[in-house]
């Protein structure tokens, strides 16, 4: 007797391996293993930093081994598109089957066929279609009934889509997986910073890459911030901007936080905001009542008008604890050393100028005031072109209806089969399978029972 030692061929081989659950357990680890790292090694910095904070050896090895760009690179990519293969395979296998099964009818001959769970009789007097079948349609709703004289059927079935459940979940996951690398591969991601009134043409690319045209031009028309009562922490900020093609003005639309615009294939994300200095500021200086205009550019220190001290204007800040526009001065009186003094100058509530033990006191015989602060706000947005987001939506559209057969809907047949008695009466047969939630089918079945047995005394 001879044994067939000869392998499957090569087609079969690879086909295997893309329809094994040790590939998807294998590339789950994997996955688990790379987001790891990626977590516990910052992405994306510049090399000297994984030098000093790995030493010399460990942080080249990491950037070699490309570890400081997981999610760009193959240690994410090359998992991801293994596993959606593996996700497509075992559909191509499996959904087939799923379907035929879907198609066959519950037969009568089926239900016939089903084990047997329990007996019951029925008196001579009870009549099934008075007696069984109101019990069968309160407690499982519609049912099929054959009747040929001495033997009555009645067949049920729930769930009878459920085979299309796992694939459906698992198509759906493909479709999330393709979505994101189409998205990485052929998607456009950047950002855009532009001030109130300006109109833009291009953005900046992620990573460094240079620009990109929009393809139309883009005008920030207003910038606003609304603050929480008593404090200077905004609670939104809006940018109302107008799109143009070839000059015309096409759209108007206003961009908020968690509320995108999307416009020409692109899509805006109100990232974040600032302001910025579009000219010099004016400031009055005063020493007793003899008072000084001057213009100073920000960081660039000069001496005071009298000669008697140097100040620098360090910064400006739209809003400074929700009063308003003001700047930071750096002042030193007279020609002696030591530190310069830090000091605020609120635009908007010249009171709190030389206030003591606030940031607004300022030490020295001069007292400083703004007269005019060209500020400007601006807004950056997150820029992103996503082909892939549709098939991600279709993805957890798909989702929805797998989880509700395969997990909400078990399989359940039942059959109630009534003999007619030579001596008078019927005999009666519970029939029923459920591969599984069988508790809760056997519940059913106990429940079903007693309510059968109950209406038979009645």
Not at 224 to 231: A, D, I, K, N, P
Not at 289 to 299: D, F, K, L, N, P
Request: with cysteine; glycine share 10%.
């Amino acid at each position: 007797m001879s044994r067939n030692t000869s392998r499957p061929s090569l087609p079969l081989r690879i086909w295997g391996f893309f329809t094994s659950i040790r590939l998807t357990v294998a590339l789950l680890l994997i996955l688990a293993v790379v987001a790891t790292l990626g977590t516990l090694i910052p992405q994306g910095e510049p090399v000297a930093r994984y030098l000093a904070s790995f030493g010399p050896r460990l942080g080249t090895a990491i950037v070699r081994a490309g570890l400081h760009r997981i999610y760009d690179g193959p240690w994410l990519l090359l998992p991801v598109a293994l596993l959606s293969l593996n996700l497509l395979a075992c559909v191509i296998r499996g959904l087939p089957e799923a379907l035929r099964r879907v198609a066959r009818p519950f037969s009568l001959e089926a239900a016939l066929q089903l084990p047997p769970r329990a007996r019951f009789s029925l008196p001579a007097r009870a009549e099934p279609q008075a007696t069984v079948l109101p019990v069968l349609r309160q407690e499982l709703g519609r049912v099929r009934r054959h009747a040929d004289g001495e033997q009555v059927v009645y067949w049920w079935e729930s769930g009878r889509f459920r085979p299309l459940g796992p694939y459906l979940i698992h198509l759906s996951l493909f479709l999330i997986l393709i979505g994101g690398l189409v998205g990485k591969f052929f998607g456009v991601e950047g950002r855009l910073a532009i001030l109130t009134g300006e109109t833009a043409t291009e953005f900046s690319l992620a990573k460094g890459e240079g620009t990109a045209p929009l393809g139309f031009a883009l005008r920030l028309d207003r910038f606003t911030v609304e603050y929480y009562e008593g404090s200077g922490t905004p609670s939104e900020f809006r940018s109302d901007l107008t799109f143009f093609r070839n000059g015309a003005e096409v759209a108007r639309a206003a961009c908020r936080v968690n509320h995108p615009v999307t416009f020409g294939g692109l899509t805006f994300y109100q990232s974040s905001y600032g302001s910025q200095l579009v000219g010099p500021v004016r400031l009055k200086v005063c020493r007793g009542s003899e008072c000084h205009t001057v213009e100073v550019g920000q960081r660039r220190g000069q001496s005071l008008p009298d000669g008697q001290g140097q100040f620098m204007l360090v910064r400006a800040d739209a809003n400074l604890q929700g009063l308003g526009p003001a700047v930071q001065v750096a002042y030193k009186a007279g020609s002696g050393g030591g530190p310069p003094h830090l000091f605020w100058i609120p635009a908007q509530h010249p009171e709190l100028v030389g206030r003591p033990q606030t940031p607004f006191y300022q030490a020295g015989p001069h007292i400083f005031t703004v007269e005019e602060l060209p500020l400007k706000f601006y807004s950056v947005f997150q820029v992103r072109r996503d082909p892939g987001v549709w098939w991600v939506y279709g993805g957890f559209l798909l989702c929805l209806p797998g989880f509700l057969l395969a997990f909400l809907r078990p399989a359940q047949r039942l059959a109630v089969v009534l003999v007619r008695k030579p001596a008078g009466g019927w005999e009666g047969r519970l029939l029923g399978a459920s591969p599984r939630a069988r508790e809760a089918f056997q519940e059913r079945l106990e429940r079903l029972l007693a309510r059968l047995q109950k209406g038979a005394r009645t």
